[in-house]
């Protein structure tokens, strides 16, 4: 489900920014396209993961660490109905602990290190999106920055254009703005990982450590006749289709963009002036 973690943290991450504050291309794809890569995370404790192999050696040791630590802590605080399991995967990284945890630690590296800090942690989530999504992710960012620069040196410049005549300076007044919000990238692209996992049939722990009928580790999941199996056709044919979409028309002036051409189409295809 890499693909449709991604594309979620994607849609997740536009739809969020503004409500946190941040309204410019130069703010919102950045953090959009962190939250897209931070979706891919929880899945650092299976050794298949894309997120587990992109740097080879490094991640596989990263990954195998996470395992062992969330099968120990998996024995430790599993009730007294929880399966008997390994707990290693779809578990410490897969709950809403574990993502506002990695989210304070990211906010306060964001608040105190700055625009560098948060430029460290957005190309890391744009890095791990990219390995799934494609260079087409990475693209966007750039264009961000150069979207931004248009907007500051036009005449009639948008209103909500950052400061900045190039794109390094573009980019660093989007981060900047950013700041300790990088935080919510973070927890809300591994949050909505918990809850894609929710909509297939092993379910997603995300509750823990809350007990729910005598399990701490208890998988949330959708009624039986809804879930759906992970690279099935409902996610490759319904799902993914769906989040592309919705990755498109969530973009900044996107919607008003697509308003204006059908307005100037109906227009020209009435015959008006």
């Not at 946190?20 to 931070?38: K, N």
């Not at 929880?42 to 596989?60: C, E, M, N, Q, V």
């Not at 300076?169 to 981060?175: I, M, P, R, S, V």
């Not at 509750?207 to 879930?227: A, H, N, Q, S, V």
Request: charge should be neutral; hydrophobic fraction near 50%; charged fraction near 10%.
């Amino acid at each position: 489900m890499g693909r449709s973690h991604a594309l979620s943290g994607w849609c997740a991450g536009l739809a969020v920014a503004p409500l946190v504050g941040l309204t410019s291309v130069a703010e919102v794809v950045p953090f959009a396209a962190a939250t897209a890569g931070y979706a891919l995370l929880p899945d650092l404790d299976h050794p298949g993961a894309k997120a587990s192999r992109l740097l080879g050696p490094i991640t596989r040791i990263v990954s195998g660490a996470i395992r062992t630590f969330s099968g120990v802590l998996y024995n430790v605080t599993k009730g007294p109905r929880d399966e008997e399991g390994t707990g290693k995967h779809r578990h410490a990284t897969h709950t809403v602990a574990a993502a506002a945890l990695l989210g304070f630690l990211a906010a306060a590296a964001g608040e105190r290190g700055g625009k560098w800090a948060v430029l460290a942690i957005a190309l890391a989530g744009l890095v791990l999106a990219a390995d799934v999504l494609g260079d087409w992710i990475v693209l966007a960012a750039l264009g961000a920055a150069g979207w931004s620069v248009v907007n500051a040196v036009l005449p009639d410049a948008a209103a909500d254009a950052l400061p900045g005549t190039t794109y390094a300076e573009a980019l660093q007044a989007g981060l900047a703005q950013i700041g300790s919000w990088i935080g919510v990238a973070v927890a809300l692209g591994m949050f909505v990982h918990c809850l894609g996992d929710s909509l297939t049939r092993s379910g997603c722990p995300w509750l823990w450590p809350f007990p729910i009928r005598g399990e701490t580790w208890y998988e949330i999941r959708l009624p039986r006749p809804l879930r759906f199996r992970t690279g099935s056709w409902v996610e490759n044919l319904l799902i993914v289709p769906a989040l592309v979409i919705g990755g498109v028309l969530l973009l900044p002036g996107a919607i008003q963009l697509l308003q204006h051409l059908w307005s100037t189409t109906s227009i020209w295809i009435a015959g008006g002036p």
